[in-house]
């Protein structure tokens, strides 16, 4: 069973840099695409950034590319998004998800509705 414990949540001030982590268990990360997403007060869920199985491609929502960096360490089941220059608008509860469907494999972003695993979510607050 896959169980995905997200950390690293916190207040900051606007042009602060945050480091979230997702603690993975039950499967071998490296045969599944990542992601991390995020839902904002009255929004739904998007996808932040994913990486497919071998990492590549890598997606970045228009509105984090050059501040979030997404990676992963297969070994430790780890995977992480590191958050830099962040906005107020980058407050949400940001979620881990995994996908081992052959469609987010091959592109993950094509294929965020097969990420059905997901952690608790953890706080991002970006305020002044």
């Known amino acids: 069973q896959v169980h995905l414990v997200e950390s690293g949540g916190d207040l900051v001030q606007p042009g602060g840099s945050l480091r979230l982590s997702c603690a993975a268990s039950g499967l071998s990360l490296e045969y599944y695409a990542v992601a991390w997403f995020r839902q904002s007060a009255g929004k739904e869920r998007e996808g932040v950034s994913c990486l497919s199985a071998g990492d590549d491609p890598i997606y970045y929502a228009d509105s984090v590319k050059g501040r979030f960096t997404i990676s992963r360490e297969n070994y430790k089941k780890t995977v992480s998004l590191q958050m830099n220059t962040l906005k107020p608008e980058d407050t949400a509860i940001y979620y881990c998800?995994?996908?081992?469907?052959?469609?987010?494999?091959?592109?993950?972003?094509?294929?965020?509705?097969?990420?059905?695993?997901w952690g608790q979510g953890t706080r991002v607050t970006v305020s002044s």
């Open positions: 998800g995994v996908s081992g469907r052959f469609e987010a494999q091959l592109n993950c972003s094509a294929a965020f509705n097969t990420f059905t695993d």
